[in-house]
């Protein structure tokens, strides 16, 4: 009866990783940079490498949590130019959760899932399945853009992963503002 239990527990515990989930309700400025998050995964899915730096900050540092992190916009471009151009893996992502402080206007948090797809027939994986956590600023020109952004080293995927992967991109839903009578 136990391992009955154990056996239903662990197979509807599973059950929630494959389904989307529901967006979160976020303020207006978080949907923007949801947007935004997307238009950066849509400028790497497009190939558009103009569209990509478009999107990164003059002094930004990707792979933030590494020891040396790629700094500065043109490094970051150079630097993602073989990926850009999609040739030997595709990369996709989309946010799951961005967040602000409140009364910080210009600063805000992303992450969700990314997906990559190894163009070699030969790889041992097809699909490998990360995370990405981004920093973005608001600019002076009034323009979201990333300062830093770091991931979480893909493995493998499963089939049903990459299933849920594709299932799981969602729109952002922004929450109604509070008026004060």
Known sequence: MRLRSFVFASLFASI???????????????CAV??????????????DAAS?????????????SLPEPTRGREAIVKRWA????GKRALLRWYPTRVTMVPGVEDVAWSSGPSLFEVLDPKAKDR?????????????ADGVWRVLFDDGV?????TAEEVTAFNAGQAECSSRPQLTSR
């Open 16 to 30: 929630p990783a494959l389904a989307a989930p529901p967006a979160p309700q976020l303020s207006a400025e978080e």
């Open 127 to 139: 699909y490998l399945l990360g995370a990405f956590h981004s920093v973005w600023r608001k600019d």
């Open 82 to 85: 073989s990926l850009i151009e």
């Open 52 to 64: 990509f730096a478009g999107h990164v900050g003059e002094h930004a540092a990707f792979g933030a």
């Open 34 to 47: 949801w947007q935004r998050e997307q238009s950066f995964a849509r400028s790497v899915a497009n190939r």
């Open 153 to 157: 080293e893909p493995r493998p995927a």
